[in-house]
């Protein structure tokens, strides 16, 4: 039985061959011949791959024919570390954004950064990337988007009317800057928010629970931390957080809150799938009616 050699293969089965294969395979099969090159070059092959942009120097990058249909671009500067200068100048990074949000398929950005790194972007140009995103992290962190305060607001406003963020993480803002008056209804937006919320003034809470009490809102996930949760309205409090399907709450709340939550868990009227209070005081824990806890 003669045995047929694999370079005899159609191209569509070698393509879908080449589908399957795990990134090191095919980074090694491309190698193999020219013919296996060309087909390997393929972008749809590739969208698992990650950019790593350093300075502007890297921005050739982009001219791979194989990274046309890029899904992750890793952005980095080493301002963040002790003694260093931002590696990024003002032209540099705004190309750096005018490239990116060329390529259409881009769904998330990271790295790490410095407090200037994207200050001196276009706050136009920045939103409009950052809101075609699929995952987005904001905030005084060295892995997050340290956006300045006309960017921020200008983020959340588009937010609010729309987004296709999915999961959007906000760490603690920069010293001063006052959380915008639509962050409710801009969080509100978003299927998966993690909220760390030094900053986060007791109406902008509110504003996000009455969103998501009033309609029905993408947001589906809360993981929050907020030193003054004890201060809501434990009827209020539940009606929001059982209108969730997954909510992390990292502060204290008091029993008459978590008596609320569950009550309206067990008649069946929630959503609810997960509900983590964590670093509780065991006293208000103590005080919930245990008949609840056991329905």
Not at 68 to 87: A, D, I, S, W
Not at 167 to 192: D, F, I, R, W
Not at 240 to 262: C, D, G, K
Request: glycine residues 4%.
């Amino acid at each position: 039985m003669s045995q047929l050699h694999i370079n005899c293969l159609p191209n569509e089965i070698l393509f879908r061959i080449f589908h399957e294969l795990p990134p090191q395979d095919l980074k090694s099969a491309v190698l193999v011949s020219r013919s296996w090159s060309e087909l390997g070059d393929d972008p749809s092959l590739w969208i698992w791959a990650v950019v790593a942009i350093d300075s502007s120097h890297d921005l050739q990058k982009f001219n791979i024919k194989r990274l046309r249909l890029l899904q992750k671009v890793e952005v980095n500067c080493f301002g963040y570390m002790n003694g260093r200068k931002c590696n990024w100048y003002e032209a540099g990074v705004n190309e750096l954004f005018k490239v990116i949000t060329e390529i259409t398929s881009v769904k998330r950005i990271s790295g790490c950064s410095c407090k200037n790194c994207f200050s001196t972007v276009d706050p136009n140009l920045l939103v409009c990337l950052l809101n075609r995103l699929e995952e987005l992290s904001i905030g005084v962190d060295a892995y997050s988007f340290q956006l300045n305060a006309e960017q921020t607001d200008l983020l959340f406003t588009a937010m609010a009317k729309e987004t296709k963020l999915k999961t959007l993480v906000v760490y603690e803002m920069c010293n001063g800057y006052k959380m915008s008056p639509v962050l409710g209804a801009a969080l509100s937006n978003v299927a998966n928010v993690y909220l760390v919320g030094f900053g986060v003034d007791l109406q902008h809470i509110d504003a996000l629970f009455s969103a998501i009490i009033g309609e029905d809102r993408p947001v589906r996930k809360l993981d929050l931390t907020y030193w003054l949760m004890h201060r809501i309205d434990p009827y209020f409090l539940a009606r929001a957080l059982n209108r969730l399907e997954e909510v992390t709450i990292h502060n204290v709340i008091n029993s008459e809150q978590m008596s609320a939550i569950i009550r309206i868990l067990v008649d069946g009227e929630s959503r609810l799938t997960r509900l983590r209070l964590l670093h509780q005081d065991a006293e208000d824990v103590e005080a919930v009616d245990q008949d609840l806890i056991r329905r």
